[in-house]
C-alpha cells in the first residue's frame, strides 16, 4: 500500500469509523436501557431516553398510576381523605419520581413529599379546580430555578366537596437511569476512540515508524563502519522502496569494500612477487659482475658467457618493469591503442621469427602453421598484439616440464575471424584452476610459481588487450598433457558502397 493511501486510510479511519462505532454504541446502549428501563418500571410505551425531553419520560413513569387513581376516583373517592391509602399510593409514586398531593377545597389535606410542605409555591401555584382538563398529559409550572410537571385530576367527595389530586414530578433534571446511561455512553465514546487511536497508532508504528526506526539503526551501523548485516524490506511502499534502495547501496558499499581489501591485497601481493622477481637477476646480475671484478672470467670465452647473462637478467628486468608500467595504464584503463590494417599471415610470420632465436637457445621446438589466405587482414595494434603473442609464449615457456619441449602457432579462419591457437606440452592446468588463469595475480600453485618468476599479471594483460580489440580469450587444458591458448580476432572487409 502506498503511504499516500496508508495516511489517507488513517484519516479516514481516525475520523469516520469512532462516529460509526460510537452511533452504534449509543444506539445499542439506548435500545438496551429503555428496555430495561420499560421492565423495571412496568411501562408498555416505547420510550425515547435520548430525545432530551425528560417530560415525556416522567409523564411516561406517572401515566398508569394516573389511569389506576382516575379508576379509583370514580368508584371510591372517599378512599383519598383515608392517610394510610394516600401513603401507600405516594409511596408508589416516589418510586417512580413524583409524590401526590390531595387537595380538599382550599385545604390540602396531604402532601406527599415532605419537603415541599414549607413551599408557599405549592399553595400559590396548583391550579384551581377543573383548571386543567383530565384528557390533558398535565401541566409544567416554574418555581424559580425549578420546573415541575403537574397532572391534575378534579372529583367530588361524598359530601360533595370540591377535590383535586395531584401527581407532581419535578422534570428539570434527569431519573438515574438516564444519567447513568449517558456516563456508560460517554465511557463507551471514549473508550472508542482510545481503542482506535491505540489502533491506529500501532498500524503507523508498524508501517512507518519501524521501518524508519530500522533505516535509522542501519544508517547508524553503517556510519560506524559495519556492513555485516541485512535491511529487510517487508513494505512496498515509499519506504518500503527507500529500505530497498538503502539495502542496495549497503549492498554495493560492501562490494566495494571488499574490492578495495581485494585490490589491497593484490596491490601486496604484486609488490612481493616484484621483490622476488626483481631479487633474482639482481642478484645474478651482481654475482657475475663480482666474478669478473674478481678476475674469475679469465678467459674471453668466459668473460663473454658473464657479459651475455648480465645482459639476458637486465632484459629481464627491464621486460618485468615493462609489464608492470602497462599494467598501471590497464589500471586506469589509459593503453596507448595505435591501431592500423595488419597481414594476419605475414604479421605472425614475422612473431615467430622474433621468438624463434630464442626458443631455438633454450631448446625448445617451435613450430609455425598458417591456414588463411595471405590476404586476410585485421585491424589491431601492431605492438600490443606482439605483447600478447610474447606474453602467451612467456608463460608457456616457463611451465614446459618436458625434456623436449614444443610450441606450435596456428592461425585459422573461422568464418568472420581469425583463431590464433598456441599450443605447448608443458604440465597443463587443473580444470578448478583453468577458469581464473585470466584473473589478475592468479597463480595455479603459488608454492611452485614463485619459483618460476613472474608478476601474475601477463594472462590478465592478454586478456585486456583482445577484449580492447573487440576479440575474445579462453584456454583448454589437459594436466600432464599441455595447455592451448586461444584468441580470435574479427577480419576487416572493406564495405562497398553501390
Not at 167 to 188: H, Q
Amino acid at each position: 500500500m502506498k503511504l499516500r493511501t496508508r495516511l489517507a486510510t488513517a484519516f479516514l479511519t481516525i475520523t469516520i469509523a469512532p462516529l460509526v462505532l460510537i452511533f452504534i454504541a449509543v444506539y445499542g446502549l439506548s435500545d438496551y436501557q429503555a428496555r430495561s428501563f420499560r421492565k423495571a418500571y412496568g411501562l408498555s410505551e416505547q420510550i425515547e431516553l435520548l430525545s432530551g425531553n425528560s417530560m415525556q419520560i416522567f409523564n411516561q413513569l406517572t401515566k398508569e398510576s394516573q389511569q389506576k387513581i382516575r379508576e379509583k376516583l370514580q368508584t371510591n373517592p372517599e378512599k383519598f381523605e383515608d392517610v394510610t391509602f394516600l401513603e401507600q399510593v405516594n409511596e408508589l409514586l416516589l418510586k417512580h419520581y413524583a409524590f401526590l398531593v390531595v387537595r380538599k377545597g382550599e385545604e390540602l389535606i396531604f402532601v406527599g413529599d415532605q419537603n415541599e410542605v414549607d413551599n408557599t409555591w405549592l399553595y400559590e401555584m396548583l391550579p384551581d379546580y377543573s383548571a386543567l382538563d383530565d384528557d390533558m398529559q398535565g401541566g409544567i409550572y416554574l418555581d424559580g430555578d425549578r420546573q415541575h410537571l403537574i397532572k391534575q385530576i378534579d372529583f367530588l367527595f361524598s359530601d360533595q366537596s370540591q377535590g383535586s389530586v395531584f401527581i407532581i414530578s419535578r422534570v428539570d433534571g434527569l431519573v438515574p437511569e438516564v444519567k447513568f446511561m449517558f456516563i456508560e455512553m460517554f465511557v463507551a465514546g471514549v473508550s472508542i476512540l482510545v481503542i482506535t487511536g491505540v489502533f491506529m497508532t500501532m498500524w503507523i508504528y508498524r508501517s512507518i515508524l519501524k521501518p524508519l526506526g530500522k533505516l535509522q539503526e542501519a544508517t547508524m551501523k553503517i556510519r560506524d563502519g559495519n556492513l555485516d548485516f541485512t535491511l529487510e524490506v517487508e513494505n512496498e511502499d515509499e519506504i518500503g522502496k527507500l529500505c530497498q534502495d538503502f539495502e542496495e547501496m549497503r549492498i554495493r558499499l560492501k562490494e566495494s569494500q571488499e574490492e578495495k581489501v581485494q585490490y589491497d591485497r593484490e596491490n601486496k601481493e604484486l609488490i612481493s612477487n616484484i621483490a622476488h622477481d626483481l631479487k633474482t637477476p639482481i642478484t645474478a646480475i651482481k654475482g657475475y659482475a663480482e666474478g669478473i671484478m674478481d678476475g674469475v672470467a679469465s678467459s674471453p670465452e668466459r668473460l663473454d658467457k658473464y657479459i651475455r647473462t648480465i645482459y639476458n637478467k637486465a632484459n629481464d628486468m627491464d621486460r618485468l618493469i615493462d609489464e608492470l608500467t602497462f599494467y598501471s595504464k590497464i589500471d586506469t584503463n589509459k593503453i596507448p591503442y595505435t591501431y592500423s590494417k595488419i597481414n594476419v599471415s605475414q604479421y605472425f610470420r614475422d612473431c615467430v621469427e622474433e621468438v624463434g632465436l630464442e626458443m631455438e637457445s633454450k631448446g625448445i621446438e617451435l613450430g609455425y602453421f598458417n591456414y588463411v589466405d595471405d590476404s586476410v587482414v585485421v585491424i589491431a595494434d601492431a605492438e600490443q598484439m606482439k605483447r600478447v603473442v610474447n606474453n602467451i609464449i612467456g608463460n608457456s615457456v616457463k611451465y614446459l616440464d618436458k625434456k623436449k619441449g614444443i610450441i606450435n602457432i596456428r592461425i585459422k579462419d573461422v568464418g568472420d575471424f581469425i583463431e590464433v591457437e598456441i599450443e605447448d606440452n608443458g604440465k597443463g592446468i587443473a580444470p578448478k584452476d583453468l577458469p581464473n588463469i585470466f584473473e589478475r595475480f592468479f597463480r595455479a600453485d603459488s608454492s611452485r610459481n614463485s619459483a618460476k618468476g613472474g608478476s601474475g599479471i601477463g594472462l590478465s594483460i592478454v586478456k585486456k588487450i583482445i577484449e580492447d580489440h573487440g576479440g575474445k580469450i579462453w584456454a583448454t587444458s589437459k594436466e600432464g598433457i599441455g595447455t592451448e591458448i586461444h584468441f580470435v580476432l574479427r577480419k576487416y572487409q572493406e564495405v562497398v558502397q553501390e
